[in-house]
């Protein structure tokens, strides 16, 4: 499209030595996830500096007060060739000289006011004030009247007969516009253009690239077009930079020319595919110093470049669980003192472990971005993270920043914060990194909220599809191996003995700091014990939070506090690292229906175990042989006593 500008004659007369500023456009409400919302603001004259002003848009809400919830501080910009300046996401186009969020702006009841001053003069919930103002906009999208803004704003003496402008209903299609008259309009939006579609002529031009993904190795043309031919040679260059992504990465010409009289120039971009696994990348194309009498129609254009190089773990997906592989980073004697305890004893010395105020550690909520990246990373990829529920790999870099969910991934708490209790603060958005916690206990519930072991990456549509529903109420979604049911059984049933004021119970309910349902997820814990996944990314919360999850450690734990041995005096189960003092094999492990003891000399007693501890059978066996186990598929404790010593053994039964 082109944009033209005749300056506005009314604007003209009487021009002072200090150039007036207006807000010219607005567009609070766009259909769908309000990508494309924008503020458009105009000067008296063109090319005109914005050092000394500030946006500050207004929350007129019942909870917002009619204060403030964002600012855009203008020092170094200046408008264009029209008297312009855009401020909106890179979504918009043209593309705005001032860049926010995607979904940034309310919609009304609400107001956006220019002032003369600084962001610094606006912290977050400052009431609206009529001091320093240079203009403003009270707009609704068919909401009422917030009379209490109108009345702060008609305290100005230019302002005394301000109203309230309604844009439309929401997910509506215009914006609302300044008329030359000083009065407002409501219409299809003109972002980068005068309302009245007078003016000078500027160029668009616009970037395309045919796929949105590429490997390293590959290669794509990137084809720049203007709306109208050039006149004179069009000299202009690109970067790919951004963050970890350098020209290390890439080769190609950068530096282009669209020849005079042509409209069109494509450049070749090679990837580097080198040997090292740094992770997928974006590559962000975007222009340098373009002339200011061309558009960037769009700009700042995202490339995912799939690094090649990922790494996959010794383990299996949960989905296709190993067992045995990944050993307990639990420390020596670490559930010593749960030893020949039992009821509430046995409860109260597991809480003085995992939540010992001395050496328990609290991350922040935007830690656990990390955190997860680390603890649910993909074992058959290392540049993704598996998926809670939807039972799938999904990129890291995928992670959810805005209201636009589909294909993204997000923090999901087994626990709904609804229901336990614990919101987030100030604080908690800060990334700090594993080594600036929080001192914590069992009294401190809000640290729930960015507790690793109680959270889990998830697709973020299916998060918002579970919201905060009780486990058997929610099963995940259909046509899924619900590989996940024993890890967020689990992960709650931890949460009721590491924080006072949460509890599982059976049933649906609708208490606060209680979750459901008991039985149901007794059972998951039971048919879907933990896995190498699992024990994986307890070790790895371990080395941020200095606390383990006991029933992935030691899952019979589970039945001597809820289960069939509740009452019962616990004693630990040895693991198959601590007992390895006979040279004797089991295999197949997996296995379908049978093993195969190797390596017995003399007389031995051989006894199996469910996971949570329950004898199933017992053999007496002299020298090498095969046993037919026939049990289900599952886990299973295998132990050998034999003079002299002990093997324990954690079995796999699967299916044939």
């Known amino acids: 499209m082109k944009y033209l500008l005749t300056w506005i004659s009314c604007l003209l007369i009487g021009t002072t030595a200090t150039a007036q500023l207006v807000i010219n456009e607005l567009d609070a409400d766009t259909p769908g996830i309000d990508n494309m919302e924008f503020l458009e603001l105009l000067s008296d004259t063109p090319n005109f500096p914005l050092d000394g002003y500030v946006v500050v848009f207004f929350n007129g809400s019942a909870n917002g007060n009619n204060s ?14 029209n008297g312009l300046l855009l401020i909106g996401s890179n979504s918009v186009s043209p593309v705005p000289q001032v860049l926010i969020p995607e979904n940034t702006i309310q919609n009304g009841a609400d107001a956006v006011a220019i002032y003369a001053g600084s962001d610094t003069d606006f912290p977050e919930e400052t009431v609206a004030t009529i001091e320093d103002l240079i203009d403003v906009l009270i707009y609704d999208t068919s909401d009422a009247d917030d009379v209490d803004m109108i009345n702060i704003f008609k305290m100005h003496p230019d302002f005394g007969d301000i109203e309230q402008i309604n844009e439309g209903s929401s997910n509506n299609t215009n914006s609302i516009q300044r008329k030359n008259d000083g009065s407002y309009t409501s219409t299809v939006p003109t972002p980068g253009a005068l309302n009245d579609g007078t003016g000078i002529e500027l160029n668009g031009i616009e970037m395309e690239i045919a796929q949105t993904q590429y490997e390293e190795g590959e290669t794509f043309d990137i084809v720049f077009t203007t709306e109208e031919n050039v006149l004179t040679a069009l000299n202009f260059e690109i970067t790919l930079n951004d963050a970890f992504f350098d020209n290390e990465d890439y080769t190609g010409n950068t530096a282009l020319t669209i020849a005079a009289g042509q409209n069109t120039v494509t450049t070749t ?41 990922f790494v996959v773990a010794p383990f299996g997906v949960p989905t296709n669980p190993t067992y045995g592989i990944v050993p307990s980073t639990q420390p020596a004697g670490y559930y010593n003192d749960l030893d020949e305890k039992a009821g509430e004893d046995l409860r109260e010395a597991l809480q003085d472990i995992i939540a010992d105020p001395d050496v328990v550690r609290a991350q922040t909520y935007t830690d656990i971005i990390d955190m997860l990246n680390e603890a649910d990373q993909n074992p058959a990829n290392s540049n993704q993270v598996w998926l809670v529920y939807s039972e799938e790999g999904r990129a890291k870099l995928d992670f959810q920043t805005s209201s636009n969910s589909a294909g993204k991934w997000n923090r999901e708490h087994t626990f709904p914060r609804s229901r336990a209790g614990y919101q987030s603060i100030p604080e908690d958005e800060e990334q700090d990194g594993i080594n600036v916690f929080w001192v914590t206990s069992a009294d401190s519930l809000r640290h729930g909220n960015s507790d690793g072991h109680a959270l889990r990456a998830a697709d973020a549509q299916e998060n918002g599809a579970r919201s905060n529903k009780h486990y058997g109420e929610y099963i995940g979604p259909a046509g899924t191996l619900g590989s996940f049911r024993g890890d967020v059984a689990r992960s709650v049933l931890y949460l009721e003995i590491r924080y006072n004021g949460l509890s599982i119970v059976n049933g649906f309910p609708e208490i606060d700091g209680q979750l459901g349902d008991l039985a149901t997820l007794l059972d998951w814990h039971r048919n879907d014990p933990p896995d190498d996944f699992e024990m994986n990314r307890n070790n790895v919360i371990y080395n941020w939070q200095r606390n383990r999850n006991p029933f992935i450690d030691q899952p019979d734990l589970v039945e001597y506090i809820w289960g069939d041995e509740v009452g019962e005096e616990w004693s630990q189960v040895v693991s198959t690292q601590e007992v390895a003092t ?72 699967r299916e044939e």
Request: negative net charge.
């Open 68 to 81: 403030s919830y964002f600012t855009v501080d203008l020092d170094g910009y200046v408008t264009d060739v």
């Open 269 to 309: 971009i090679t990837l580097t595919d080198d040997s090292l696994d740094e992770g997928d990348e974006v590559a962000v194309v975007q222009f340098v110093n373009l002339s200011p009498d061309f558009l960037a129609l769009n700009n700042n254009v995202q490339i995912r470049v799939v690094d090649n190089d």
């Open 582 to 653: 006979l040279d004797v094999r089991v295999f197949p492990n997996p296995t379908s229906d049978r093993v195969f003891i190797q390596g017995l000399e003399g007389a031995a007693r051989l006894e199996l175990y469910a996971v949570h501890g329950q004898k199933l059978n017992s053999y007496t066996v002299v020298g090498d042989l095969e046993i037919e186990l026939n049990v289900p598929s599952g886990v299973y404790i295998l132990s050998i006593k034999l003079e002299g010593g002990v093997k324990t053994t954690r079995l796999v039964v």
